[in-house]
C-alpha cells in the first residue's frame, strides 16, 4: 500500500509563490511518473505538472512557465515550485502515480490547501 502526504501550502498574495512538498511512504526509484494534480471547488481533479524517473517533466497549460515540478528519490519526495500565483490557482493540491491514476487505481491523501487571495 501507498501513501502520500502533501504539505506546503497556505494563503498568498496574487503573485507571490508557495512550495509543495510530497512525502511517499514507498520507495520512488521503481516509479517511472510522479504527478500533482488539484481540485477546486465544483470541478474535477486535472493534472497540473508530472515528471519521469528520468527528469522529463510535463505542464498543463494553464500553468506552463509558472510552475515547476521535481523529484527527490532518495527522499522520496515529489515538489511543486509554484510562481506568480493566481487566484485560479486556488484548490487542494494532491500528489500521486501518475499510472496508477491513469488506470483508477490510486489511493489519495489528503491533499494540501492553497489558497491565492488579496
Known amino acids: 500500500q501507498v501513501q502520500f502526504v502533501e504539505s506546503g501550502g497556505g494563503l498568498v498574495q496574487p503573485g507571490g509563490s508557495l512550495r509543495l512538498s510530497c512525502a511517499a511512504s514507498?520507495?520512488?526509484?521503481?516509479?517511472?511518473?510522479m504527478g500533482w494534480y488539484r481540485q477546486a471547488p465544483e470541478n474535477q481533479r486535472e493534472l497540473v505538472a508530472d515528471?519521469?524517473?528520468?527528469?522529463?517533466?510535463n505542464y498543463a497549460d494553464s500553468v506552463k512557465g509558472r510552475f515547476i515540478i521535481s523529484r527527490d528519490n532518495a527522499k522520496k519526495t515529489v515538489s511543486l515550485q509554484m510562481n506568480s500565483l493566481k487566484p485560479e490557482d486556488t484548490a487542494i493540491y494532491y500528489c500521486n502515480i501518475r499510472t496508477d491514476v491513469i488506470n483508477g487505481k490510486s489511493s489519495w491523501g489528503q491533499g494540501t490547501q492553497v489558497t491565492v487571495s488579496s
Open positions: 514507498i520507495s520512488l526509484f521503481s516509479i517511472r511518473t
Open positions: 515528471i519521469t524517473s528520468l527528469g522529463t517533466t
